[in-house]
């Protein structure tokens, strides 16, 4: 299986800051990874797909980079409505797997 | 707009069935251009991908090895939906769960269903 590591597990920051959250693969997967957002109670939402495309209707200040076993996903500058639990998922190959996830608190 | 609904019990005891639907509107079951997931979250395991069906001139199933000997998947093409089937539950398996569905080249999903938390207790 293809084991998906995000840090930090979690972070606080304040409205206005960028944020960086990285998600490595054990195995090189191409760019077949996804960032998803979730908050408390709901589904996750998928924010970027293939490593670095913007799902339609996110906004811009979402961005997703990387390839082969390193990625990160930039948040430009943090609103209030994206305090949430954020998680990468790789679909290079099944079983289909998730990072641990990263909370972004307020500081 | 393609919308998912689940249903299903939230109580389920130990070393029964756990069994829930998730109904597709806007978008086919035997669509040959989607997967149809099952994915569950819980504190000590995460997220965790238990499977998918989906149609390609045949219907196929792929289960996660960590399930695999407990799972059954039925897509229901009258109804336009599909359903998991997890037998000899344990108390491990309590979650919540969701369904969702997969498209595109790169497989990311969307949307899901809106979860169904599920507690194996006696």
């Known amino acids: 299986d293809i084991q998906m590591t995000q840090s930090p597990s979690s972070l606080s920051a304040s409205v206005g800051d960028r944020v960086i959250i990285t998600c490595r693969a054990s195995q090189s997967i191409s760019t077949y990874l996804n960032w998803y957002q979730q908050k408390p109670g709901k589904a996750p939402k998928v924010l970027i797909y293939?490593?670095?495309s913007l799902q339609s209707g996110v906004p811009s200040r979402f961005s997703g980079s990387g390839s082969g076993t390193d990625f990160t996903l930039t948040i430009s500058s943090l609103q209030p409505e994206d305090f949430a639990t954020y998680y990468c998922q790789q679909t290079y190959g099944t079983p289909l797997t998730f990072g641990g996830g990263t909370k972004v608190e307020i500081k | 707009q393609i919308l998912l609904q689940q249903s299903g019990p939230g109580l389920v005891k130990p070393s029964q069935t756990l069994s829930l639907t998730c109904a597709i509107s806007g978008d086919s079951v035997s669509s040959n251009s989607a997967t149809w997931n099952w994915i569950r979250q819980s504190p000590s395991r995460g997220l965790e991908w238990l499977g998918r069906t989906y149609y390609k001139s045949k219907w196929f199933n792929e289960y996660a090895g960590s399930v695999r000997s407990r799972i059954t998947f039925n897509p229901d093409t009258s109804k336009n939906q599909f359903s998991l089937q997890l037998n000899s539950v344990t108390p491990e398996d309590s979650a919540v769960y969701y369904c969702a569905r997969a498209g595109g080249w790169y497989d990311w999903f969307d949307p899901w269903g809106q979860g169904t938390l599920v507690t194996v207790s006696s």
């Open positions: 293939a490593a670095f």
